[in-house]
């Protein structure tokens, strides 16, 4: 199975700062690489599909990086609302496997 | 708008089988892969397996062949996953997604699965 290296595991950001999540995994997944947002006690949520394509209603702010064995997920101005834990999660070989989270809250 | 509605929590006794759902609205059932992932505190999320409605095809992860059963029910657009076996290792949250393309686009609302003698 391909393994998705999550960093950080957590990390504390303040109001209005850039922030960026990586994966990498630990062989080439082509760009079938896709990043959820999940708040506490709720589903997860559709940011990112194909490493760089926003989902339908995603704020502007939210934005996908990467190629390869190497990703990001970057968000421009941390907005409260963006308090949450983030996975990545790849799909480009079966079966699918999800980095191990990202934890991020306000400083 | 695409929705899929979960079955409700479930409290199981050790051995015992679940059968959890997934009602889909919004959308072709029959077209589009439902995906099912486990999600442990501490365990993160797992991909369990899919199965295309119209077809009945599944494609299972091999940690979870023989505990976990998919089947669809295209007359009233509903899916469906069953647990077997059940041990404390089974007790999570279980989330029925709908994919498209290469992402799982759609999450349903999760069901508490816990087990416990």
């Known amino acids: 199975d391909i393994k998705m290296t999550q960093s950080p595991s957590s990390m504390y950001a303040s109001l209005g700062e850039r922030v960026t999540i990586t994966c990498k995994a630990s062989q080439d997944i082509k760009s079938y690489l896709s990043w959820y947002q999940q708040k506490p006690w709720k589903s997860p949520k559709t940011l990112i599909y194909y490493a760089t394509s926003l989902a339908d209603g995603v704020p502007s702010r939210f934005s996908g990086s990467g190629s390869g064995q190497d990703y990001s997920l970057t968000i421009s101005s941390l907005e409260s609302d963006d308090t949450a834990t983030y996975y990545c999660l790849q799909h480009g070989e079966s079966p699918p496997t999800f980095g191990a989270g990202t934890k991020l809250e306000l400083k | 708008q695409v929705q899929l509605q979960q079955s409700g929590a479930e409290l199981m006794k050790p051995g015992a089988s679940v059968k959890i759902s997934c009602k889909a609205t919004g959308y072709t059932f029959s077209s589009y892969w439902i995906e099912w992932v486990k999600q442990r505190p501490g365990h993160g999320l797992e991909w369990i397996g899919e199965i295309l409605p119209g077809s009945g095809s599944t494609n299972y992860n091999e940690k979870f062949k023989g505990k976990a059963t998919f089947t669809a029910d295209t007359s009233s657009n509903t899916a469906y996953m069953q647990l077997s076996s059940l041990t404390s290792e089974d007790s999570a949250v279980y989330y029925c997604?709908?994919?498209?393309?290469?992402?799982?686009?759609?999450w349903g609302q999760g069901t508490l699965v816990t087990v416990s003698a």
């Open positions: 997604a709908r994919a498209t393309g290469a992402w799982f686009a759609y």
